[in-house]
């Protein structure tokens, strides 16, 4: 599977051959759902807490007696029908953190890399540097080679000037080669990776 290279001005300067065991298998729809599900639940605060009639305060006295006023027997005026009441199971504090295995988020990566490609939305670049961080020069560098709504930026290693001009472009993310996950992949339209973040992912997955 042959890929174009560009270079930051959009100018073909080769062609590289992506990894079939990366970039070429079927895609699993049902692993990248799992996974994506378990991102998203991995990402859950869990602070959710609402009071329960235990916990609400007052409502120690019987509202009226037992018997005798015609109306509903009430023993509470914390109980959960009551305005100001506690509320019925009320929500608290959680993990909703859950891992899955290594191999089915191996696969999950797999398929939404070999979909990308399928699609042909993989943008490959010589090299992704910038000398000073400048939003318009990266956005002039995503315009030239023609990346339009939502893209993922992928480079070898940590730079921080290519963080800092590519944050405050709407819909533009930047990551780093080994801290790519599913998830940015799928929400993703288009991935642009340089050379030696594409060598660094089919090392680590081919």
């Known amino acids: 599977m042959l890929t174009k290279v560009y270079n930051m001005s ?32 991995n990402k859950r605060q869990g602070t959710q807490s ?3 009639r235990a916990e609400v305060s007052g409502g120690g006295r019987k509202p009226w007696r037992q018997k005798g006023t015609g109306r509903a027997r009430q023993g509470s005026t914390r ?5 100001h009441g506690g509320i019925v199971f009320a929500p608290k504090p ?18 939404a890399l070999s979909d990308k490609a ?17 939003t318009r020069e990266f956005a002039a560098f995503l315009k030239a080679v023609n990346v ?5 930026v992928v480079t ?11 944050r405050n472009i709407p819909g533009c993310q930047v990551t780093f080669a080994n801290l790519i996950n599913v998830y940015d992949i799928v929400n993703a339209k288009q991935l642009v990776l340089d050379k030696a973040a594409l060598a660094k992912i089919e090392e680590v997955f081919a």
Do not use: C, M
């Not at 109980?79 to 305005?83: I, V």
């Open 10 to 41: 959009g100018e073909q300067v080769g062609e590289i051959e992506l990894s079939e065991a990366v970039f070429g298998i079927t895609p699993n729809e049902s692993v990248v759902h799992d996974v994506v599900k378990n991102h998203l639940a």
């Open 50 to 52: 609402a009071l329960t």
């Open 79 to 83: 109980a959960p029908q009551w305005t």
């Open 94 to 111: 959680r993990d909703y953190s859950y891992t899955l295995n290594k191999k089915v988020r191996r696969l999950a990566l797999k398929s």
């Open 118 to 134: 399928a699609q042909q939305n993989i943008v490959v670049i010589d090299a992704i540097q910038v000398d000073a961080p400048k």
């Open 148 to 152: 339009t709504g939502k893209a993922l």
């Open 156 to 166: 070898a290693e940590a730079d921080t000037n290519v963080v800092k001009s590519g």
